[in-house]
């Protein structure tokens, strides 16, 4: 895959750009068992279970936008009210 890290080059490049800055946003238990049954209802299975997490938790911390590579996925997968942005 082409734009692929190794794990530590990804650490590295997330923790130097948003340790200081970001805000950690998770699903607690009550909601994560909501999301995997909407999930396993809407048909969402492999790759884009984690895709579509990434967009509820984005959700949950306010995003009006998400930023990505893969716009295809995340286009299919995201609400009408957050905009999916490709660098």
Not at 25 to 50: H, K, T
Not at 52 to 80: N, S, Y
Request: charged share 25%; glycine share 6%.
């Amino acid at each position: 895959h082409p734009h692929r890290l190794s794990p530590h080059d990804a650490f590295a490049l997330l923790d130097g750009s948003f340790r200081e800055c970001a805000r950690v946003v998770s699903l607690p238990g009550r909601d994560m068992w909501a999301f995997v049954r909407n999930a396993s209802e809407s048909d969402i299975a492999g790759g884009q279970v984690y895709d579509a997490q990434i967009l509820r938790c984005a959700v949950k911390a306010g995003a009006g936008r998400i930023l990505t590579l893969i716009t295809r996925d995340f286009e299919r997968l995201a609400p009408v009210d957050v905009e999916v942005v490709t660098p």
